[in-house]
């Protein structure tokens, strides 16, 4: 019987802990994406109460002939492909050097990490003043021409711009990433590769590269989720423009039910973006997680 009641009070312990945590993520996350799925299905504005059921008419259009969500999809693998490549190798490259036993690395760590702490939303409005205002000064007293140019307002150089700034404000996250992966490999490994005659270049390719792999794992993770579903620096640098040239799929989906009030075919958009990060991390998880190496 004392079994019998030890186990009864134990379910009763973990039900008292474990169920408002559950009920509260209901709440946040589940019960929303349900009626996500459901909205998906309806022609609503946004403010009638009976949103009109239209089936799959939503994904039909979508799919069929939306140019708007095709060149924002074009746009954001683009993104997406050039962000990870840049910000995983510029990440790796600062980590080896601030690993090292410098005498300001601390300050430096500090110093690149510091821009992460910011919102995207407040950099993009900082590095559109430096733009348009800054760079035109620092045209005009050095005589550089790259400081002349439509950096906002030219298609290609407008993508290259919100490619800088989301590198720039977020390389120190990854860095940290990387930092941390580099200080737990054993230094035996280095120092018997050294004996061995491998030079650095070697010793970087054949023992630490490897050993990153849980660090690459979850940089890459990390950066894959952050690229598709881009939006802030987008809103706060070009508002999407020059017309529409740098609109993302979450800024377009954004577009569509916000200012178009085009709730129903919005949320369609926004259950596609789901579908596709889903399996794309998934993918992205699985075949990572197996070049894993265990020091």
Partial sequence: MRKIGRKWSEKVEFGFFTWPALICVAIAFYIPFAM????????WNGISKNPKFIGL????????????????????????VLYIVIINVL?????????MKLKTSTWLRAAFFIPYILSLVIVGFIWKFIFMQGFESLGESTGWG?????????????????????????????MVIYIAGLQSIPDDLKEAATVDGAGPIRR????????????ITISVFMALTNSIKVFDVILSLTGGGPGGTTYSVAYDIYRDTFQNNLYGYGTAKALILFVAVLIITIIQLTIFKRREVEA
């Fill in 36 to 43: 996500t799925i459901r909205y998906s299905l309806t022609q």
């Fill in 57 to 80: 008419d939503n994904f039909k259009q979508i799919f069929s002939g939306d140019a708007n969500f095709l060149n924002a999809s074009w746009f954001t693998i683009k993104y997406a």
């Fill in 91 to 99: 990440a790796i490259l600062l980590a080896l050097v601030l690993d």
């Fill in 204 to 215: 970087f390719f054949n023992i630490t590269l490897p050993l990153l792999a849980p660090s």
């Fill in 146 to 174: 790259i400081f002349n140019l439509s950096w906002l307002g030219e298609p290609g150089l407008a993508f290259i711009s919100v490619l800088f700034v989301s590198i720039w404000q977020s390389i120190g996250f990854y």
